[in-house]
Nanobody, 114 residues
Framework: QVQLVESGGGLVQPGGSLRLSCVASGDFFGRVPMAWYRQSPGTQRELVAYIAPGGSTWYADFVKGRFTISEDNAKNTVALHLSNLKPEDTAVYYC????????WGQGTQVTVSS
């Protein structure tokens, strides 16, 4: 059974930092890339970053140099460290595989505002 539980979001001022965490249940962890996506109101969900089983990473241009993705295979968790946050980073953040599974967790809200 697939389960994805995101946490760590909150309200932060521009320039601030957050660390998001996702606990994943399922036999896919460690076998496929794990990714973070985000969705703002009125927009489509977009890919933010992913990490492959070998550890290589990819970042969208709009977060490159500011966000860092990591995973802990022993704990089936994938994290996203967000730094130098901008108001346009405000969104609900979701973890999933890449390509994504049909199932989505509830996400975690990140709001960047002064």
């Amino acid at each position: 059974q697939v389960q994805l539980v995101e946490s760590g979001g909150g309200l932060v001022q521009p320039g601030g930092s957050l660390r998001l965490s996702c606990v994943a249940s399922g036999d896919f962890f460690g076998r496929v890339p794990m990714a973070w996506y985000r969705q703002s109101p009125g927009t489509q969900r977009e890919l933010v970053a992913y990490i492959a089983p070998g550890g290589s990473t990819w970042y969208a241009d709009f977060v490159k140099g500011r966000f860092t993705i990591s995973e802990d295979n022993a704990k089936n968790t994938v994290a996203l460290h967000l730094s130098n946050l901008k108001p346009e980073d405000t969104a609900v953040y979701y973890c999933n595989t890449r390509p994504y599974l049909r199932y989505w967790g509830q996400g975690t809200q990140v709001t960047v505002s002064s």
